[in-house]
C-alpha cells in the first residue's frame, strides 16, 4: 500500500496539474491567440498526446503495485474458496457420519425392540414356569395334607368300628360262645400269626 500511495500522487497531479498549467498558459498569451487556442488541430493532437502521455505515465506507475495487488487479491480470493472447499468437504464428511449413525440408531432401536421383545417373553415363560411349580408344589402338599387328614380320619372310623365290632363281638361272644368256642377261635388266631 505505501508503493501505491507515491504513484497515486503523481496521477492526481497529472490529472489536475496538467490542466491547471494549460489554462495558465491561455491567461498569458492574451487574447489573441485564444481564436487560435479554440479551433486549432495542433492543439487537440497536443491535449491527446498529453492525454495519451499522462495515460501511459499512470498505466506505467501503477503497474508493479496493482499487479501485486491483484495477485494478493487473487490469492487471497484462492485461499479463501480453498478453505470454503475443505470446510464444505467437511461439513459433508460431518453430514454423511451422522446420516450414517440416525440409520445405525434406527437399526440398533429396532434391535432393542427385539431383545426387549425377546426378553419380556423369555420372562414371561420364566413367570409361567414359577407359577406353574408353585402351583404344583401347592397341590402336591395339599394332596399330602388331605392324605394325612383322610388316614386321620380313616384310623378314628376303624378305631370306632373296631371298638364298635369288639363291643357286640364281646355281646355276642357272651350270649352265644362256648368254652370250646372260644378256644378255637384263640388258636386259629395264634396260628394266623
Known amino acids: 500500500m505505501k508503493k501505491f500511495l507515491p504513484a497515486a500522487l503523481m496521477c492526481l497531479f497529472f490529472f489536475i496539474g496538467t490542466p491547471l498549467l494549460l489554462a495558465q498558459e491561455g ?3 492574451g487574447h489573441g491567440e485564444k481564436a487560435h487556442e479554440e479551433g486549432g488541430p495542433l492543439d487537440t493532437a497536443f491535449k491527446w498526446a ?3 502521455v499522462l495515460v501511459g505515465a499512470v498505466v506505467y506507475l501503477l503497474r508493479k503495485p496493482a499487479r501485486e495487488f491483484f495477485e494478493t487479491r487473487k490469492k487471497d480470493i484462492t485461499i479463501g474458496l480453498e478453505r470454503a472447499k475443505t470446510a464444505q468437504e467437511e461439513s459433508s464428511r460431518r453430514m454423511s457420519d ?3 449413525r440416525l440409520g445405525r440408531m434406527s437399526q440398533d432401536i429396532a434391535a432393542m425392540k427385539a431383545q426387549a421383545e425377546t426378553e419380556s417373553s423369555k420372562e414371561r415363560e420364566n413367570i409361567l ?3 406353574k411349580r408353585d402351583v404344583e408344589r401347592l397341590v402336591e402338599q395339599s394332596r399330602q395334607e388331605i392324605d394325612r387328614i383322610a388316614r386321620g380320619i380313616e384310623r378314628d372310623i376303624k378305631g370306632k368300628i373296631a371298638d364298635a365290632v369288639v363291643e357286640r363281638a364281646g355281646r355276642t361272644l357272651e350270649t352265644q360262645m362256648t368254652e370250646d368256642d372260644q378256644k378255637r377261635v384263640v388258636v386259629r388266631f395264634l396260628n394266623k400269626v
Open 27 to 29: 491567461e498569458e498569451g
Open 129 to 131: 414356569a414359577d407359577a
Open 50 to 52: 498529453n492525454l495519451l
Open 98 to 100: 451422522i446420516e450414517k
